[in-house]
């Protein structure tokens, strides 16, 4: 990770100021936990979430997508354990009344929460006098159900009850059978989701990295009772080489085995996958052994067989399941704060967000050299067109010197620059660079010449 002062506030102060995120309701004074994806964001958000469809959905002959609903029956989560144990720590300033995750008060005090029940952290707090971060007394730590409760429909009974789903895996149990029955899988297979999910945390906290409402990438890939293991170590390699897919420096992702105490009450194994945010090093993927936990369960409330069918072998079982679970909002804050590069240029800092360029909000950059120039415009515009007719997202920009055009462009990590000059339309020296252009690259600043004719090869080849 380049070592920069501040970087996150540097990140945090571009996101904003360049339209990549802000605060959740600014206008209202914000509401925690909560943020708005701006029109930059937006566009690295969803390259995001294509290119891993592409990759784990699309491009694979054993995957299969769905698109579930957010509020779902909420004997869903009844069956899964999240209404009874979806909890996490609370702990409250006698004084004060705020309220604060235990877990996190217990680390600010140098104390390692791993394996600790709540009732161990009680103990611990007791014992050692800890206070809240206002130098209070604390109370009891309690369990704090972090699930989004709602009632669906004119009625507020207990049958109307339901939640904001706190994972997107639910969606994608609740259609096993609904998959299999009309598209006939044969196991190993998996079902990908893309979706929101909500938790209502004690304690949203460092931008993106932990908030109330979020995006998962989930995948529940189902296998023979005998086939977790092989499934497990190929997820765990294929994810590994995900965070290459979007340049998260292979020094700065770990590994992670979650001992027995810390594990989700689903998974019999997990590893997590951990990045060196600038604030720590912290999870940023799950990949978990679910065994057959969460369909044994969906069968059991449901009362419908979610069995499988072997028609090798004549057998009849529940299938076990891998789940890969990625997070999208942490999936941007690792690429914008491994991204986030300064260098010198002219005696001054420059900028600049090093993406890998598939993901580049703004694919390239149009200049023409001169504003007042109607023929440099005029054809600036006719590349302009139709680069954006091929590439898409590309910007146009008239104002100001180059080197600060470049700038402005750099430091949304566009990776191509493309000017068009007086050598383009003719009015140079050198008449032979007539229909030519410069395309200068982001990271190097290198600017090479190339003919108009054979510009969109060359900008499709760097951008493959
Ligand atoms: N279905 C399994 C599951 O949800 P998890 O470890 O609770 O497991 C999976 O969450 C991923 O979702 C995390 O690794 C992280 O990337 C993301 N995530 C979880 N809580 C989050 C939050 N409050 N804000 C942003 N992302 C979150």
């Known amino acids: 990770m380049n070592k920069i002062e501040n970087k996150m506030e540097k990140v945090v102060s571009l996101a904003k100021r360049r339209g990549f995120i802000f605060p959740g309701s ?30 784990f959905v699309t491009d694979r002959e054993d995957m299969f997508g769905v698109d579930a609903a957010i509020i779902m029956n909420g004997r869903v989560w009844e069956a899964s354990g999240h209404v009874s144990g979806f909890a996490d720590p609370l ?11 235990a877990d996190h008060v ?18 611990i707090i007791q ?3 800890i206070k809240s971060p206002a130098g209070n007394p604390l109370g009891e730590v309690q369990k704090f ?62 931008f993106i990295f932990r908030s109330r409402e979020f995006e998962q990438m989930e995948i529940e890939y189902f296998v023979k009772p005998d086939g977790w293991q092989e499934a497990f170590e190929k997820w765990r390699v294929a994810m590994l080489e995900w965070c290459n897919d979007i340049g998260l420096p292979a020094e700065n992702v770990y ?4 001992a027995d105490e810390d594990r989700a009450h689903y998974s019999k194994r997990t590893i997590d996958i951990e990045f060196d945010y600038p604030f720590g090093r912290k999870e940023l993927y799950g990949l978990a052994y679910r065994t057959n936990y969460d369909l044994s369960k969906h069968q059991e409330y449901s009362k419908q067989s979610l069995e499988y069918f072997d028609e090798e072998t004549g057998q009849k079982f529940v299938p076990h399941v891998v789940e890969p679970s990625l997070g999208v909002d942490r999936s941007v804050l690792a690429v914008l704060t491994s991204a986030y590069c300064e260098d010198e240029v002219g005696g001054e800092t420059r900028v600049f967000l090093k993406l890998v360029p598939k993901l580049a909000p703004i694919k390239m950059a149009v200049f023409p050299l001169l504003k007042n120039r ?16 091929t590439f898409g997202n590309v910007a146009f920009d008239e104002s100001g010197n180059i080197g600060k055009r470049y700038r402005r462009q750099d430091e949304v990590g566009t990776p191509f620059c493309v000017t068009i000059d007086f050598d383009t339309i003719g009015a140079g020296e050198d008449a032979s660079l007539t229909d030519t252009v410069t395309v200068r690259e982001r990271d190097s600043g290198t600017q090479t010449r190339i003919a108009l004719a054979d510009l969109k090869n060359y900008l499709q080849e760097k951008l493959a």
């Open 145 to 206: 159900n972090m699930m989004f409760k709602t009632n669906v429909g004119a009625n507020s009974d207990a049958a109307s009850v339901s939640y904001l789903r706190p994972e997107t895996a639910g969606g994608i149990f609740v259609n096993f059978k609904n998959v299999v029955d009309s598209l006939h899988p044969k196991l190993p297979f998996g079902i990908g989701q893309i979706g929101k999910a909500f938790r209502n945390e004690i304690a949203p906290r460092d």
């Open 255 to 258: 590994e992670k085995e979650i």
């Open 91 to 101: 702990v409250e300033d006698l004084k004060t009344h705020s309220r604060y995750r």
């Open 26 to 55: 600014e206008i209202y004074g914000g509401l925690a936990g909560t943020w708005d994806y701006g029109p930059l964001g937006v566009e690295l958000k969803n390259n995001i979430k294509n290119l891993w469809w592409k990759k």
């Open 106 to 123: 217990l680390e600010e005090a140098g104390i390692d929460c791993s394996g600790l029940s709540p009732e161990d952290m009680n103990k």
């Open 374 to 389: 109607p023929e440099i415009i005029e054809k600036a515009k006719a590349v302009y067109g139709d680069l954006k007719k």
């Open 127 to 129: 014992e050692k006098g």
